[in-house]
């Protein structure tokens, strides 16, 4: 652990400057701060489509939303429901980092789930339905165009990458990011990512019977599966020396992260926790902290039977007797889970929490269970915290472990 | 920093499956475009696409696994098998399941299995949905199920980039062995030509078609219309110089330096920008062949054209170039192939040919090699644009210290 302290300190080290979110519980930073104290639920029934015939009918939509207020009629015509939220979320960063574009080689890594669905659907149904629908509809769907109308609207010129691994997408773009300003290949990169709701996600986690009937309920006796959630979340991740340089507010530093395949199955986890607890394990050596340093766990908890219980196992096998004296909360009780956004969606939360000495609460949790019984933070509570560690889990064995840190630890 | 090499390629491809078969496809000057026979195309304007032939998933996949198994994943993990074996590579024996990674770039993989799932949803409503459709629909599944069948536990990701998405695959495959991340990385591009995903190239109007002279992939030739899609996987395996010369292994070449570019400049300078930072990051002299993107789309050859002698004014009519895509169509991830290609290149010092070449466009003005060229090839100028914003150029060379 010795050496790896001292290689991370030759490290380049990477700090986050801006942030900016769009969700179902908060519409700003400052909103979702809000809703994220109160512990409030954004989880409603849906409006966007028709879910009648499902076997639930909730998700944490973004209500009351008209793009018209932040795009123009000819600028929407070419972006999907996701690409506006990446938008409005990206706008609210840069204008956080406050990076007056000094020069900076800047760059885009986004991570995306279904992307431009939504709109590929509406294309679809059309021409099921036997008609000519709008050709246009189809261009969002290639994953990598938020990436791209972001570099093109606010003219950044680095390397440009999207990330499409569902449910961790996010989480692996915000690592890469970092490590592209590491390598030299950028000073600043715009991280995060964007999920809209969208027939298709929908009817298929239904398909899956992963579907909660009722508001997820994470880590709680009484769960029967996820809610799903959409919006955006973008950070300005930089140099900590550039950072400092400028006299830029840091949000904190990413001290560490790993990326890894569980080579089990394509949707389930490996069932005793072990591929997990590798993989955060990884993340604490990359970062050469110890895992009695962690203050919060910021679970992937996404309310399934399954996944709530092997990421328990996998914690109590990292953190074996302390694992009952650490906070761990999911905010998909409160914003749903976001899929491609949901590891920037955790990333600013953690980030927040960390700046505002607060734990955000698993929201709705009462009870919990033989294997799920660790302290996941019914109530809002408020706590110092100088090391987040974040999970981010996905289809496929696609696993991300993101640990945040004060800068001034 | 360390130096990354390529120890391994593994091709599935229109001209050929396997690197053998694929490289005498290549000096052939084989067209891999077809009339499609796979689904039906009288809806559409184009007709034609660069369909791999004669797969056989049994040669490399279980029979049961297959029919689990979407056409792109079965070329990842086919592709993937190729070039362990080519890198003399056992996942277990050689490197332990952590230190080995995969990031592939994956274009519509599971767009087949979204659209069938969608047309159950609105045709027969949620009451009768099929399980096994959706969790192939996402764009990971390609490298999740090669990671499984390999049993591959290091960093695993999969990443879209519009049509620079395997080169993007292949710089974040660099940074993960340069940050110690792994030892071995899988990285490269798998495309999956669905008729959906063709319906779509086709309703955009950004496909070949026949206005009188065929429909053809023609780069750079006056009479081009549109790209022909296509698909195939393209892998290679990475390692750090170092390791490789520990193992004592072939290094088929070095990974040199990237470019990339994007936002909203006019492209020409952009890919003109994206070129001299590459020479400038290689310390290149000099380009012994350029692997080119253009890809018979009448606006992405002429911006191609422009960068080259915009950055190159005196030497880009002497240096050799190749439009690789005019036999292998285009696919977003296609970049893999024709990086497998460079790779074969610059081992065997053979150029090969630009074909359907036929009536130059006076605005290019660039050396396009038409028949099979025997040159000693060092180092090559491998192109990525995608003309929705992002450029990207990888600077590949002889792994053997010539260069």
Redesign the interface.
Known sequence: LIREREMKDKKKKVVITGMGIICATGGTKGEFLASLRDGRQGIRGVTLFD?S??PSQFAAQIEEYDPLVFFDKRELRRLSRVDQFVLIAAQEALADAELNRDGGHT??CLGV?AGG?LSA?IY??QL?GGKRPR??L??P?????A??RL????????????????CSSSA?AIA?GA??I??G?ADVMVCGGGEALS??TF???????VMDPLPCRPFDARRQGLSLGEGAAVLILEGKERAMGRGARIYGELLGYS?????????APEETGT?EA?IMR?ALRDAGIRPEEVDYINAHGTGTILNDQVETLAIKEVWRKEAYQLPISSVKSMVGHCLGAAGGVEAVASLLAMRHHFIPPTAGFEQGDEICDLDYVPQKREAEIEIVLSNSF??????TTLIFGKEDR | ?DAVVVTGIGVISPVGIGKEEFWKGLIEGRDGIKEIAAFDTTPFRSKKGALVKGFNPKAFIPLLKIRRLDRASQFAIAASRMALEDACITIRKDVT??RA??ILG?G?GGVAN??A???G???R???D???I?????????A???T??D?????????????FC?AE?AV??GC??L??H?ADVIVTGGVDELSPILYR?WD???LTAWDAGDGERSAPYDLKRNGFVPGEGAGIMILEREADALRRNVRIYGKIRS?S??????YPGDKVARIISGALKRGGMETIDFIDSAANSSPLLDAVEAEGLKRVLPDRCCDIPLSALKSMLGEG?ASGGVRMAADLLILERGVIPPTINYEYPDPCCGLRIVTEGLHASVKTILHMGISL???YMVILVGRGDGVS
């Open positions: 879910c015939g499902y760059g885009v789930g669905m659907e679809h149904r099921l050709p246009s189809l261009l769907f290639v994953p990598s165009y990436a791209d570099a093109e609207r606010y003219h950044l010129q680095g390397p440009k990458t999207t990330i499409t691994t569902a692996t890469y490590e592209l590491r390598g290949e027939e298709l009817g298929g986690f239904c398909s899956l019977k990326l890894g395949g569980e080579a089990f199955h394509i949707t591929e590798r990884e996905a289809f496929g064995g696609n696993c | 920093m399941p952590e990674g995969i994956c519509f979204a659209e799932f969608h047309r949803q609105v045709l409503g949620p009451g949905l099929n399980p459709l959706f969790p192939n629909t996402v764009p990971n599944a490298a999740s199920h990671s499984i390999l049993g591959i536990k290091g960093p695993n990701s999969t990443v879209v980039q519009s998405t993007a710089l974040f940074q993960q340069r940050a991340k779509g309703a955009l109007r990237f990339t570019a994007g936002g909203a400049a977003i929705d914003g992002t």
